[in-house]
Protein backbone atom coordinates (compact mmCIF):
# COMPACT_ATOMS: atom_id res chain seq x y z
CA UNK A 1 0.00 0.00 0.00
CA UNK A 2 1.54 3.79 -1.16
CA UNK A 3 1.47 5.82 1.93
CA UNK A 4 2.97 9.42 2.04
CA UNK A 5 3.14 10.78 5.06
CA UNK A 6 3.67 14.60 5.75
CA UNK A 7 5.23 16.47 9.00
CA UNK A 8 6.57 19.74 9.95
CA UNK A 9 3.59 21.52 9.79
CA UNK A 10 2.96 24.74 12.33
CA UNK A 11 2.43 27.86 13.01
CA UNK A 12 4.47 30.47 11.97
CA UNK A 13 5.14 34.34 12.12
CA UNK A 14 5.51 35.98 8.20
CA UNK A 15 8.53 36.52 7.35
CA UNK A 16 9.72 33.35 8.97
CA UNK A 17 10.35 29.84 8.31
CA UNK A 18 9.43 25.84 7.51
CA UNK A 19 10.38 22.74 6.54
CA UNK A 20 7.82 20.22 5.39
CA UNK A 21 9.27 16.73 5.05
CA UNK A 22 6.85 13.79 3.26
CA UNK A 23 8.00 10.02 4.65
CA UNK A 24 6.87 7.59 1.60
CA UNK A 25 6.37 4.06 1.72
CA UNK A 26 5.11 1.30 -0.14
CA UNK A 27 6.58 1.38 -3.48
CA UNK A 28 9.96 2.30 -5.15
CA UNK A 29 10.35 6.20 -4.42
CA UNK A 30 13.40 6.12 -6.68
CA UNK A 31 10.82 5.29 -9.77
CA UNK A 32 8.62 8.73 -9.18
CA UNK A 33 8.28 11.87 -9.44
CA UNK A 34 6.82 13.88 -6.41
CA UNK A 35 5.27 16.72 -5.54
CA UNK A 36 3.66 19.04 -3.24
CA UNK A 37 0.00 20.97 -3.65
CA UNK A 38 -1.73 22.88 -1.21
CA UNK A 39 -4.95 24.38 -0.69
CA UNK A 40 -5.12 27.78 1.30
CA UNK A 41 -8.72 28.06 3.47
CA UNK A 42 -11.78 27.81 1.18
CA UNK A 43 -9.95 28.08 -1.72
CA UNK A 44 -8.99 25.34 -4.57
CA UNK A 45 -6.19 23.07 -4.85
CA UNK A 46 -3.06 24.98 -6.32
CA UNK A 47 0.27 23.05 -7.51
CA UNK A 48 3.15 24.10 -6.01
CA UNK A 49 6.54 22.28 -6.52
CA UNK A 50 7.81 19.28 -8.24
CA UNK A 51 10.38 17.25 -8.47
CA UNK A 52 11.67 14.51 -10.95
CA UNK A 53 12.65 11.00 -9.82
CA UNK A 54 16.08 11.04 -9.32
CA UNK A 55 16.18 14.84 -8.35
CA UNK A 56 17.65 16.47 -11.45
CA UNK A 57 15.14 18.25 -12.52
CA UNK A 58 12.97 20.47 -9.87
CA UNK A 59 9.90 22.86 -10.97
CA UNK A 60 8.48 25.99 -8.79
CA UNK A 61 5.20 27.57 -9.20
CA UNK A 62 6.06 31.21 -10.37
CA UNK A 63 4.02 32.52 -8.27
CA UNK A 64 6.28 31.79 -5.31
CA UNK A 65 8.98 33.75 -6.42
CA UNK A 66 11.52 31.27 -5.42
CA UNK A 67 10.96 31.39 -1.71
CA UNK A 68 10.34 27.37 -1.43
CA UNK A 69 13.05 24.41 -2.29
CA UNK A 70 11.89 20.83 -2.99
CA UNK A 71 14.72 18.18 -2.17
CA UNK A 72 14.39 14.21 -1.95
CA UNK A 73 16.77 11.78 -0.46
CA UNK A 74 16.07 8.66 -2.56
CA UNK A 75 18.14 6.69 -0.05
CA UNK A 76 15.32 7.89 2.49
CA UNK A 77 12.56 8.14 0.77
CA UNK A 78 11.67 11.46 1.77
CA UNK A 79 10.90 14.69 -0.33
CA UNK A 80 10.92 17.72 1.60
CA UNK A 81 9.94 21.62 1.05
CA UNK A 82 11.65 24.17 2.28
CA UNK A 83 9.62 27.29 2.85
CA UNK A 84 11.28 30.90 3.18
CA UNK A 85 9.87 34.27 3.85
CA UNK A 86 6.08 32.91 4.42
CA UNK A 87 3.25 35.17 3.85
CA UNK A 88 -0.17 34.76 5.13
CA UNK A 89 -1.37 33.69 2.05
CA UNK A 90 1.23 30.59 2.32
CA UNK A 91 -1.39 29.43 4.91
CA UNK A 92 -2.90 25.98 4.12
CA UNK A 93 -3.11 22.41 3.87
CA UNK A 94 0.09 21.47 2.30
CA UNK A 95 -0.02 17.99 0.06
CA UNK A 96 2.40 15.60 -0.96
CA UNK A 97 1.80 13.56 -3.84
CA UNK A 98 2.99 11.63 -5.81
CA UNK A 99 3.28 11.42 -9.84
CA UNK A 100 1.69 8.83 -11.50
CA UNK A 101 3.98 9.35 -15.06
CA UNK A 102 7.54 10.57 -15.32
CA UNK A 103 6.28 12.08 -19.20
CA UNK A 104 5.13 15.75 -18.17
CA UNK A 105 2.84 15.48 -20.95
CA UNK A 106 0.58 13.57 -18.80
CA UNK A 107 1.22 14.94 -15.65
CA UNK A 108 -1.32 13.76 -12.66
CA UNK A 109 -1.42 12.82 -9.24
CA UNK A 110 -2.08 8.86 -8.40
CA UNK A 111 -0.95 9.47 -4.68
CA UNK A 112 -2.32 11.83 -2.31
CA UNK A 113 -0.88 12.51 1.96
CA UNK A 114 -3.55 13.50 4.32
CA UNK A 115 -1.99 16.66 3.99
CA UNK A 116 -0.47 18.91 6.73
CA UNK A 117 -1.37 21.98 7.84
CA UNK A 118 0.82 25.04 8.01
CA UNK A 119 -0.38 28.43 9.78
CA UNK A 120 1.55 31.93 9.10
CA UNK A 121 0.28 34.44 11.80
CA UNK A 122 1.14 37.86 11.10
CA UNK B 1 -7.41 33.56 -11.08
CA UNK B 2 -6.69 30.27 -12.45
CA UNK B 3 -5.03 29.07 -15.74
CA UNK B 4 -7.66 26.63 -15.88
CA UNK B 5 -11.40 27.58 -15.95
CA UNK B 6 -13.99 25.51 -14.43
CA UNK B 7 -17.41 26.90 -14.12
CA UNK B 8 -18.00 27.44 -10.21
CA UNK B 9 -21.03 25.01 -9.70
CA UNK B 10 -23.49 22.50 -11.32
CA UNK B 11 -26.15 20.36 -9.98
CA UNK B 12 -28.35 17.72 -10.94
CA UNK B 13 -31.05 15.10 -9.73
CA UNK B 14 -29.96 12.05 -8.12
CA UNK B 15 -29.64 9.79 -11.32
CA UNK B 16 -28.98 12.51 -13.75
CA UNK B 17 -26.01 13.73 -15.27
CA UNK B 18 -23.39 16.13 -14.84
CA UNK B 19 -20.69 17.59 -16.88
CA UNK B 20 -18.02 19.55 -15.89
CA UNK B 21 -16.12 21.70 -17.98
CA UNK B 22 -12.12 22.97 -18.46
CA UNK B 23 -11.40 25.51 -20.49
CA UNK B 24 -7.47 26.10 -21.03
CA UNK B 25 -4.88 27.28 -23.63
CA UNK B 26 -2.39 25.88 -25.97
CA UNK B 27 0.30 25.91 -23.98
CA UNK B 28 -1.35 23.72 -21.19
CA UNK B 29 -4.51 21.26 -22.30
CA UNK B 30 -4.23 22.10 -26.26
CA UNK B 31 -0.26 20.49 -25.73
CA UNK B 32 -0.42 17.37 -22.53
CA UNK B 33 -3.20 15.29 -20.88
CA UNK B 34 -5.46 16.21 -18.36
CA UNK B 35 -6.50 14.76 -15.00
CA UNK B 36 -9.17 14.93 -13.10
CA UNK B 37 -9.81 14.87 -9.15
CA UNK B 38 -12.65 14.40 -6.30
CA UNK B 39 -12.37 16.03 -3.29
CA UNK B 40 -14.97 14.82 -1.02
CA UNK B 41 -15.59 17.26 1.93
CA UNK B 42 -13.17 15.95 5.36
CA UNK B 43 -11.29 13.60 2.80
CA UNK B 44 -8.17 13.84 0.70
CA UNK B 45 -8.19 14.52 -3.04
CA UNK B 46 -8.59 11.69 -5.52
CA UNK B 47 -7.01 10.95 -8.67
CA UNK B 48 -10.69 10.37 -10.85
CA UNK B 49 -9.21 10.36 -14.94
CA UNK B 50 -5.82 10.97 -16.48
CA UNK B 51 -4.55 11.14 -19.47
CA UNK B 52 -7.68 12.95 -20.71
CA UNK B 53 -9.72 10.05 -20.12
CA UNK B 54 -8.17 6.57 -18.42
CA UNK B 55 -9.74 6.07 -15.13
CA UNK B 56 -7.85 4.21 -12.60
CA UNK B 57 -8.61 0.73 -11.05
CA UNK B 58 -11.09 1.13 -8.49
CA UNK B 59 -12.91 4.45 -9.91
CA UNK B 60 -16.39 3.78 -11.37
CA UNK B 61 -17.30 3.85 -15.31
CA UNK B 62 -20.15 6.58 -14.18
CA UNK B 63 -17.03 8.92 -14.18
CA UNK B 64 -15.99 9.64 -17.95
CA UNK B 65 -13.77 12.57 -19.59
CA UNK B 66 -12.81 13.90 -22.68
CA UNK B 67 -10.42 16.85 -24.48
CA UNK B 68 -11.09 18.51 -27.50
CA UNK B 69 -8.40 21.29 -28.30
CA UNK B 70 -8.37 23.38 -25.52
CA UNK B 71 -10.98 22.08 -23.14
CA UNK B 72 -11.61 19.08 -21.25
CA UNK B 73 -14.93 17.76 -19.91
CA UNK B 74 -15.48 15.65 -16.82
CA UNK B 75 -19.14 13.60 -17.24
CA UNK B 76 -20.56 12.04 -13.89
CA UNK B 77 -23.72 9.82 -15.03
CA UNK B 78 -25.96 8.20 -12.01
CA UNK B 79 -25.40 11.09 -10.00
CA UNK B 80 -25.67 10.18 -6.37
CA UNK B 81 -25.31 12.02 -3.30
CA UNK B 82 -22.34 10.49 -2.21
CA UNK B 83 -20.60 12.46 -5.56
CA UNK B 84 -21.15 15.64 -4.20
CA UNK B 85 -17.82 17.39 -3.96
CA UNK B 86 -15.54 19.91 -5.57
CA UNK B 87 -14.21 18.39 -8.68
CA UNK B 88 -10.79 20.02 -10.25
CA UNK B 89 -9.05 19.92 -13.48
CA UNK B 90 -5.26 19.82 -13.63
CA UNK B 91 -2.47 19.58 -16.53
CA UNK B 92 1.11 20.72 -17.00
CA UNK B 93 1.31 24.32 -19.06
CA UNK B 94 4.30 24.09 -21.29
CA UNK B 95 4.50 28.15 -21.05
CA UNK B 96 4.53 28.86 -17.39
CA UNK B 97 7.11 25.35 -16.66
CA UNK B 98 4.58 24.21 -14.03
CA UNK B 99 1.74 22.38 -12.88
CA UNK B 100 -1.69 24.16 -13.27
CA UNK B 101 -5.37 23.18 -11.41
CA UNK B 102 -8.85 24.55 -12.49
CA UNK B 103 -10.30 26.61 -9.67
CA UNK B 104 -12.64 23.73 -9.10
CA UNK B 105 -16.21 22.81 -9.60
CA UNK B 106 -18.79 22.33 -6.55
CA UNK B 107 -21.25 19.32 -7.74
CA UNK B 108 -24.49 19.47 -5.96
CA UNK B 109 -26.85 16.67 -5.79
CA UNK B 110 -30.52 18.26 -5.81
Known amino acids: EVVLWESGGNLVQRGGSLRLSCSASGFKFSDYSMSWVRQAPGKGLEWVSSISDSGFFVYNAEALQGRFTISRDNADNTVDLQMHNLEVDDTGVYYC???????????????WGRGDLVTVSS | QSVLTQPPSVSAAPGQKVTVSCSGSTSNIGSNSVSWYQHLPGTVPKLLIY???KRPSGIPDRFSASKSGTSATLGITGLQTGDEADYYCATWDNSLSGGVFGGGTKVTVL
Open chain 1, 97 to 111: VRGGSRSLASFHFDH
Open chain 2, 51 to 53: DND
